[in-house]
């Protein structure tokens, strides 16, 4: 679309907005039928499988610094994307990429496009369209991929007596951040990993495939352990009881003790899954943990009540202040 409300010429990039799509975002695109360049793509679902589509957007000064590394934010905007079809369960097939940019910076746009397409690759996902349009830094992926009908892994299943698991460990990008906004000094071992964890989150596919008849109910931890398994809660008409304990966290030493609860309780940005699955099934989850090579966590157990309860090691309810990240409240 052009614009009507700017004396700037339409494209308003130096490169043409056609040479700029042509040269960083059009390659070939096996899972579609038709994909960048015309008006729309064209995508057909397997017989027997529903579409699973999410959106997800990253914008500048709100979920990263203005001046972030390109090569890690093109993975980073896809990453957070396959994250949501992950806690689906969904097998990630076709992406679109809607970008402002506030200029054609032709090395920033290459060393994106190098990191977005090296997650897309890594996963079989084709980009297929989007829309290129100059503005303040907004990045926002649409991810759609396939799931067998009736098995997509919902944040409404859990049941009361259900065991509450996390893959990875949590924390890790919020106290990346706290680094990175001179808050708090890791050592040496904790930052790489905590940097790491926020530049480059791996999204948790495979676990979320495992998981299809296991998991009673499942999300990816977006914006902290409490926030996000509360809307498992909601959805399930259920509540929780989670040890504070048992939440695998990485060893810090030295760090305030309230910033880490925090990070560990509140801290957006991990990308891990919570699943929710009946006692029953704990060997198979285990087997998923060895075959994935990922660790997985029992951390507590679905209730009938509401709310979710967290227990000190010595028993206590702990009442923790902070929930998780909310941009409006
Ligand atoms: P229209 O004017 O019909 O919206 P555009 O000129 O915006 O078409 O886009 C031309 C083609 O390039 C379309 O197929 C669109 O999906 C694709 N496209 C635009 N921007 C991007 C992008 N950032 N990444 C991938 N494909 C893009
Ligand atoms: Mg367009």
């Excluded at 579409?51 to 914008?59: E, F, G, I, R």
């Excluded at 090569?71 to 809607?98: E, Q």
């Excluded at 106290?175 to 890791?186: F, M, S």
Aim: proline share 4%; with cysteine; charged share 20%.
């Amino acid at each position: 679309m052009t614009s009507a409300y700017s004396v700037a010429d339409s494209s308003g990039f130096g490169l043409s907005e056609f040479d700029l799509i042509q040269r960083y975002f059009t390659r070939p695109a096996p899972n579609a039928i038709l994909g960048v360049g015309d008006d729309a793509a064209l995508l057909r679902v397997a017989e027997g499988m529903e579409l699973a589509v999410s959106t997800d957007m990253l914008v500048s000064g709100t979920h990263f610094f203005p001046d972030a590394d390109p090569f890690l934010l093109g993975h980073k905007t896809l990453a957070v994307n396959l994250s949501d079809l992950a806690a689906m369960g969904a097998v990630p097939r076709w992406a679109t990429l809607a970008l402002a940019l506030p200029g054609a910076d032709e090395n920033w746009l290459r060393r994106f496009s190098e990191g977005f397409f090296a997650l897309a690759d890594e996963y079989g996902v084709d980009l297929v369209g989007g829309d290129t349009t100059r503005g303040p830094l907004n990045l926002s992926v649409t991810i759609m991929g396939e799931v067998p009908q009736g098995q997509a892994l919902r944040r409404s299943g859990a049941e009361a007596g259900d065991d509450i698991w996390v893959s990875g460990t949590l924390g890790r990008a919020a106290l990346g951040l706290a680094q990175l906004q001179g808050r708090i000094a890791l050592p040496e071992d904790a930052r790489l990993s905590c940097l790491a964890a926020l530049h480059q989150p791996r999204p948790r596919v495979a676990l979320g495939l495992a998981l299809r008849g296991i998991a009673n109910s499942a999300i990816d931890i977006s914006d902290g352990l409490l926030a996000d398994l509360g809307h498992i809660l909601e959805c399930s008409q259920a509540g929780a009881e989670i040890q504070f304990a048992a939440i695998p966290a990485i060893e810090t030493h030295g760090i305030d003790d309230a910033l880490f609860r925090h990070c560990v309780l509140s801290g957006g940005d991990d990308y891990e899954l919570c699943f929710t699955a009946s006692a029953t099934k704990r060997g198979r989850v285990e087997a998923i943990a060895a075959e994935l090579q990922l660790p997985l966590t029992r951390i507590g157990s679905i209730s009938a009540g509401q709310g979710c309860t967290l227990r000190a090691a010595d028993g206590r309810a702990m009442k923790p202040k902070e929930s998780g990240y909310d941009h409006f409240a």
